[in-house]
């Protein structure tokens, strides 16, 4: 593009007129906002030895946890949609049979990558259990990169610490009288108690050979 | 021509040729719905999602009347003047009413069910069914049962009875039957006979939703997960086509893939499962070299040339030709020592023989030659020798005397110690002796030059199956580390410039060979038969039902 191309469109700078040139009115300006932010109350804290209040701990995207249920066992069905859902794909689960009757599937292993998540929400999104959710926590440190790979019983005592003061989404959800998972009908219905489960079918004789 | 009109358009089929409603729209690219149609297997009928309008078109007037009724597409064959109708919201409606019903009973544990990602109740649901639901959510239940060879999740059965005709029909052992009445249906074994034969990994491909699992595959991976590739199963001689699906390079599980001159849709339980040798730890991935005194590691770039030195050092040469080789490699490899060589000798590998073919109602045979390319390694080894081919145990006796100094042993075979240490002692007393292999073995611990080979799913080539069908297949994952195709090496030490490009292989194979002339034009991904000139000297098509 040369110089002189009709597209280009060129524009003076405003003349500063005599008071401009003095700065004065400027400087009152800038003092007046600075003034003004002093006497008005404080944002910041003295990290760490104040903590930040957060408003919504609902809200807040902080250190995941993985929840538990009223038995104490992971929540989790290993469904891998909050992996699937990870745009930074920083979880990784190994899925197996569960020991217990009542479930089908469980994770054997369940690691999130700390360091590689940009704590959008989108695993907490996912979740058709509310096993995964999305703490209040924020001060997260670790001594290596190692470290910053929570497994399964990490997150799991994340909870542990967690669960009084935040309660699961679900069980607040239903203390204020909101519908459990939005406006969408929620697909597992049980997800509170263990579900309805008939009985095993076990076949006469499993190992009998014709 | 007969003629059918469908939706509106004119589909011309040749007389005399049976085709249902459904696959008459297939050829006009529509698709209709089916869950318990399947082409391999005799019309059930029964799940009522392919219901189409059907009519007939007057040929004196042009008039058009249908039928007041929907029907089954599945069960309309087509004639001449027949018109199907299957966009209308008749037909809509049903397609509807259809998925309600089954959704009804089916527990919606799609976040834990293995089929979720590739389910057609899943798929057919967004695309055919109602946005809001109408009935009750049941409490989900996974009742599971063990009904031998697979799992059966009882609940999300939707009884479209392909299982049940695929026993009856194709493996002919009808093991797995309808157990009750109406709403109480189920899918069961009787006790004491449970799901066992050869076959039975194909009904969890059948299975339209989740209700028949792979106990190989139950819980490893989410499907969306996996990449499929084209594969030749290597199991035995019959060379059927599968899809290797893999995540990272980890072969997850194999699948049949359509191939009428071959497997049709089937594959057999041996080769569904024969995949972990190729993730086994137990593997060779270091080339070494074996001196007096030592057990050098060796680099793969210094490699072709100090071979190639070597073997030129080593005086009479012989090669032994694995079955496992591709053609492409099999024909670089007789090139390459016949160029160091011009006289080497070339040997058929040890071909093992399991037992006998088993044959199957439908004409499915699972080969009791378990290599894949006995037939196109011996057309290489006659071309080169004058039609002469040299079985491996004919093998000791040439090297008797001691004329031959140095031996290129390839193998590929699947399991550690596949030969006997007696049929190998004839090997002690070379002066080289080079080893390309997938696991330690008897040859191996005799070997100067140690090479670890690829697994079939590593290695770009093509195979020849028994009945001189050719298949040609690229690498679905890559070896492990330390690991160079068999077919990479030769290329090199030939010095041929690039990366080793086995279609040009072949089509070089194609010029020189007469047997393999065919495979010099496009291969399709079903193949190519090499005597297809002769086919009507063929006693014999297997798969082919008649």
């Known amino acids: ?210 | 021509m007969p003629i059918a009109i469908i939706d509106g358009r004119e589909l011309e089929f040749p007389a005399g040729e049976r085709l249902n409603a459904i696959q008459a729209a297939e050829r006009v690219g529509i698709q209709v719905p089916y869950y318990c149609w399947h082409p391999g297997l005799t019309v059930a009928g029964s799940c009522r999602m392919c219901l189409v309008e059907a009519g007939t078109r007057n040929a004196a007037t042009g008039e058009i009347s249908m039928m007041p009724k929907l029907v089954p597409g599945c069960n309309t064959p087509v004639r001449d003047g027949v018109v199907i109708v299957t966009q209308s919201e008749k037909v809509q409606q049903a397609r509807a009413m259809v998925e309600e019903d089954l959704l009804l009973r089916h527990p919606i544990d799609c976040p834990i069910c293995d089929k979720a990602g590739e389910c057609l109740l899943q798929d057919y649901h967004f695309k055919y069914g109602q946005d809001e639901r109408r009935a009750d959510i049941r409490p989900f239940t996974s009742r599971r049962r063990d009904v031998g060879d697979v799992t059966l999740f009882v609940d999300r059965c939707i009884l479209c009875s392909r299982c049940v005709r695929f026993c009856r029909e194709i493996s002919g052992t009808s093991e797995l039957t309808v157990v009750h009445r109406g709403a109480h249906e189920e899918i069961d074994v009787a006790p004491g006979f449970p799901l066992h034969n050869n076959l039975s990994g194909n009904v969890v491909d059948l299975c339209p939703v989740g209700a028949l699992g792979d106990k190989d595959f139950l819980y490893r991976q989410r499907v969306w997960y996996l990449k499929r590739h084209q594969g030749i199963c290597t199991g035995c001689a019959t060379g059927c086509s599968i899809w290797v699906e893999e995540n990272q390079d980890r072969i997850h599980r194999l699948k049949p893939r359509e191939n009428p001159q071959v497997n049709q849709w089937w594959i057999c339980n041996e080769g569904r499962y024969s995949y972990p040798h190729v993730h086994n730890d137990r593997r060779l991935a270091q080339p070494r070299r074996r001196d007096t005194q030592a057990v050098v590691d060796l680099d793969w770039t210094t490699l072709p040339a100090e071979l190639l030195q070597r073997l030129r050092e080593a005086g009479r040469l012989a090669a032994v030709l694995s079955p496992y080789l591709s053609v492409e490699e099999a024909y670089l490899l007789a090139t390459l020592v016949r160029g160091v060589d011009p006289e080497a000798r070339l040997i058929l590998g040890p071909v093992p023989v399991i037992g006998e073919d088993e044959r199957f109602p439908n004409g499915f045979t699972v080969s009791a030659e378990k290599c894949p390319n006995r037939r196109g390694v011996e057309e290489i080894i006659a071309r080169f020798q004058s039609g002469r081919i040299t079985t491996f145990d004919a093998f000791p006796s040439q090297l008797k005397g001691g004329r031959i100094g140095g031996v290129w042993f390839s193998g590929g075979y699947k399991k550690e110690n596949w030969i006997e240490d007696e049929k190998v002692r004839s090997l002690t007393a070379l002066k080289l002796l080079v080893v390309q292999d997938l696991f330690p073995s008897a040859v191996s611990a005799l070997a100067t030059y140690e090479l670890p080979g690829a697994a079939f799913a590593e290695r770009d080539g093509s195979y020849v199956n028994r009945n001189d069908h050719l298949q040609s297949v690229r690498w679905a994952v890559r070896p492990p580390y330390g690991v160079r195709p068999e077919g990479t090496l030769y290329w090199e030490m030939l010095g041929r410039p690039g990366l080793y490009n086995a279609r040009a292989v072949l089509n070089e194979l194609a010029a020189e060979i007469p047997y393999f002339h065919v495979a010099g034009g496009p291969v399709p991904d079903v193949g190519v038969n090499l005597k297809v000139n002769l086919l009507a000297e063929q006693p014999e098509e297997i798969g082919v039902r008649s």
């Open chain 1, 1 to 210: 593009m040369k110089p002189d191309d009709k597209d280009i469109q060129w524009v003076e700078e405003p003349d500063l007129g005599a008071s401009g040139k003095t700065y004065l009115p400027l400087f009152v300006e800038g003092m007046t906002t600075t003034i003004k932010h002093l006497l008005s109350p404080k944002m910041t804290v003295e990290f760490p030895e104040e903590r930040h209040q957060i408003p919504d701990p609902i809200l807040y995207r902080g250190v995941h946890r993985l929840n538990r249920d009223e038995q104490g066992r992971v929540k989790c069905v290993a469904c891998f949609l909050c992996a699937t859902a990870c745009p930074a794909h920083c979880i990784d689960i190994v899925a197996a049979e569960s020991p217990w009757p009542d479930r089908e599937k469980y994770p054997a292993s369940f690691t999130i990558d700390e360091l590689r998540c940009i704590f959008c929400g989108m695993c907490e999104e996912a979740c058709p259990v509310d096993a995964i959710e999305l703490t209040s926590l924020f001060d997260l440190s670790g001594k290596s990169r190692e470290e910053m790979v929570f497994d399964k019983e990490k997150l799991l005592s994340i909870y542990d610490r967690t669960k009084d003061s935040e309660p699961m989404r679900s069980v607040r959800m239903a203390a204020e009288g909101k519908p459990v998972g939005g406006e969408r009908p929620a697909i597992l219905p049980e997800t509170e108690g263990p579900p309805e489960i008939a009985e095993k079918d076990n076949l006469a004789e499993p190992g009998a050979t014709p």
